[in-house]
C-alpha cells in the first residue's frame, strides 16, 4: 500500500496499492486503486487551503470545545475582544500571503422597512475593509423613514444612498412575459395550449407578472378537473373569473364600499366635504362683512 503520513498530526491516509509491488495472487476488489510508487525523498510539502468564515472562526476562538462547537451548536455570545484578535489576525495572515479574503454578499430585500439603527449600523459596516458585497432591493418612491418623519428617496438615508449604486429597473415586455410564463409552465410541469398560453400573456401585460404566474397552477387543477391534458382557453377565462386581479379588487371596493361593515372612505369624504362646506361658511360671512363695511 501507499500512503501518506502528516507530520503535524500523524494522519495516515492510505492513496492506493503500488504497482510495481503488485502480485496476481494477491486479494483485489473492484475498488482497488493502483497508483505509483514514491521515488526520490520521502518528505514532501503539501498545501491545504481551507475554507472558513469569520464567524466559524471567532466561535472555534470563543470557546473551550473548539471546533467541536460549530457542530454542537453552542456559538453563545462572542465577545467583540475576540472579534478583534480575530480580525487582526486574518489581516497579518493577509499581508503574508497565508490568506485570502474573498467578500461574501449580503441581500436584504425590503430594505425600506428597516429604521435609522439598523440603516446605521450598515453605514458603520460597509466602511470595514471585510464588509460584504451589499444588495438591497425596495419597491417605494419618496417616502418617510421608518421610525422618523423624515421623507427620502426609496425610504433610505442620504448618506447610505450616496455609497451605493442604484440599478434601475423597467417593466416586462410582452415577449419578455410570455417566455417567462412558458419556463414557469416548464417548471410546474403543465401541458397549455398556445392560445390558452397568449392569452395568459395578455392577462400578465394588462394585469400583473405575478398574477399570471398564479393562474398556471388554478388552471392546471381546472383542466384536471375536466379531465383534460392540457390548459385550454375555456381553462383560463374560467380562472380569470374565479379570481380576481388588484385592479378589479379595488374596483369592486369601489363600487359597493358601502355594503361593507366598517368603511374608511365615506368617514374621509364627509369630513372633505364639511371642511368645504366650513370654508363656503367662513368665505360668505366674511364676504358679508366686508359689504357691510363698503355701506357704512
Not at 397568449?198 to 393562474?215: D, F, H, N, P, W
Amino acid at each position: 500500500d501507499v500512503i501518506t503520513i502528516d507530520k503535524a498530526s500523524g494522519k495516515i491516509t492510505k492513496l492506493g496499492r503500488s504497482f510495481s509491488r503488485s502480485r496476481d495472487y494477491d486479494a483485489m476488489g473492484a475498488q482497488t486503486k493502483f497508483v505509483q510508487s514514491p521515488e526520490g525523498e520521502l518528505q514532501k510539502r503539501k498545501e491545504v487551503v481551507h475554507t472558513v468564515s469569520l464567524h466559524e472562526i471567532d466561535v472555534i476562538n470563543s470557546r473551550q470545545q473548539g471546533f467541536l462547537a460549530l457542530f454542537t451548536g453552542d456559538t453563545g455570545e462572542i465577545k467583540s475582544e475576540v472579534r478583534e484578535q480575530i480580525d487582526h489576525k486574518v489581516a497579518e495572515w493577509r499581508e503574508e500571503g497565508r490568506a485570502t479574503i474573498v467578500p461574501g454578499v449580503l441581500f436584504i430585500d425590503e430594505v425600506h422597512m428597516l429604521d435609522m439603527e439598523c440603516f446605521s449600523f450598515l453605514n458603520r459596516a460597509l466602511e470595514s475593509d471585510m464588509a460584504p458585497v451589499l444588495v438591497i432591493a425596495t419597491n417605494r418612491g419618496i417616502s418617510k423613514i421608518r421610525g422618523t418623519d423624515y421623507k427620502s428617496p426609496h425610504g433610505i438615508p442620504l448618506d447610505l444612498l450616496d455609497r451605493l449604486m442604484i440599478v434601475s429597473t423597467v417593466p416586462y415586455e410582452r415577449e419578455e412575459i410570455h417566455s417567462i410564463l412558458k419556463v414557469r409552465c416548464e417548471e410546474e410541469d403543465v401541458e397549455m395550449t398556445d392560445d390558452a398560453l397568449e392569452l395568459l400573456t395578455r392577462i400578465g401585460v394588462e394585469t400583473s407578472l405575478r398574477y399570471a404566474i398564479q393562474m398556471v397552477i388554478a388552471a392546471s387543477l381546472a383542466a384536471e378537473k375536466r379531465k383534460s391534458t392540457e390548459v385550454e382557453i375555456e381553462d383560463i377565462k374560467r380562472v380569470y373569473t374565479l379570481f380576481v386581479d388588484v385592479k378589479r379588487s379595488t374596483q369592486f371596493l369601489m363600487d359597493y364600499q358601502s355594503e361593507f361593515m366598517f368603511n374608511e372612505l365615506n368617514e374621509e369624504e364627509e369630513s372633505d366635504n364639511s371642511d368645504e362646506e366650513e370654508g363656503e361658511e367662513e368665505s360668505t360671512i366674511t364676504n358679508e362683512k366686508s359689504e357691510a363695511m363698503d355701506e357704512s
